[in-house]
């Protein structure tokens, strides 16, 4: 449902909520880093680059005014300095360490503060100022260990400068002592010219024909006509594509894609789920999927997360979710989907979610619920296991726990379900 914190979980992963708001607790562990802790500088290396984004709207994710191939293009010139990425790839780890221990002094310092403030807690002075001694000292360390580094990577980055020039330089005297006119020899100049700066940053050139490359990946007819055109002359669907483009432009791993057919047609919807899968599969890389559509889920997941108030309260495969669920909100959202087949009337789930600034006491879904226990009512739920890739937050599975049975519509809608799954893989069987 809609207040549920989808879009907030991913803003968080992205580093792009308002400044008003605030991580109390939780990690977000990505290559080894804490995503909540790091700083912006080091989003900037992430953000795009590793992790892509693409938002509900597409015409407020462009810019009105600027050509669609100057918005494709831009990120891959303004990030394109070889020789600058080179340089921060050899300093990372050390940067990182430094940023990281900085961040730990700065949280340290607000703990202390808020300490202060709250006075019906005690506040050990000594274990504080230990621990901002050790701290201090271990950024001493960093920074003596990253001003090391920085000159090491500055020795090889001005090396790899002189290997270039040298390159070069040879090139364009083999060029001039080599036969041939005068204009055989400057074209052969500029081609080597190209080459010797495609070297130490993205050209133009070459970020025009990456854009028209992956402009045509992502189905948009005339991709050479279309690199000069201006958003309003492209429809819904052709302007979700050319945001998928800008997010692909630098190959991320990981691919948020924010309720992205909410703002389109039906038939527009089917042809961007099938194109989202189909990258997915072209460039190796996860999809994390926001949407209220159950028939989404099933057809483009492998895994998923149904979320509440905030939280995930159930989380398995895709078979998991629609053939065993075990949360009485995943059947409430079951039972709520209209299907060909039912006969049962749908049912609507009562209320609204909670309002997140006052949490409610206990499980989220509890006052909704009817099948909730009165342990639902005082204490939050833990996940319970139900196999090595299902978990469920809910106490209808702890052991001492009363048998519930689902709802009849959600039962019947499973029978179905497997028995057509039956009925076509025995199919397949016959024609092999």
Known sequence: ???????????????????????????????????????????????????????????????????????????????????????????????????????????????????????????????????????????????????QKKKEARALVSEKKKDIASRHIGAVKKILSGQGSLKEKYDAFLLEHRRALGEKRVTHKEAKERALKIMAEVGIPDPERRFYQYPFEFSGGMRQRIVIAIALISEPDILICDEPTTALDVTIQAQILELINKLKKDHDMSVIFITHDLGVVANMADRVAVMYAGKICEYGTEKEIFFDPRHPYTWALLASVPDIDSKEKLEAIPGTPPDMIYPPEGDAFALRNRFALGVDFKYEPPFFQ???????????????APEVIPPKIVTERIRRALKDEEALNHEKRKRK
């Open 1 to 147: 449902e809609s207040g549920s914190g989808k879009s907030v979980t991913n803003k968080t992963i992205m580093g792009i909520l308002p400044k008003s708001a605030r991580i109390e607790s939780g990690s977000i562990l990505y290559e080894g880093e804490d995503l909540t802790k790091i700083s912006e500088d080091e989003f900037h290396n992430i953000r795009g680059n590793k992790i892509g984004m693409i938002f509900q709207d597409p015409l407020s994710s462009l810019n009105p005014i600027m050509k669609i191939g100057k918005q494709i293009t831009e990120e891959m010139i303004i990030n394109g300095n070889h020789l600058k990425n080179y340089y921060s790839s050899l300093i990372s780890e050390e940067f990182i360490a430094y940023k990281n221990d900085l961040r730990l002094k700065q949280l340290l310092e607000a703990e202390r503060k808020a300490a202060k403030k709250d006075k019906s807690k005690p506040f050990d002075a000594s274990s504080f100022a230990k621990r901002k001694e050790e701290l201090c000292q271990k950024i001493k360390e960093d920074k003596i260990a990253l001003a």
């Open 386 to 400: 139900i196999s090595p890739t299902h978990f469920v937050a809910s106490w209808l599975e702890y052991q001492d």
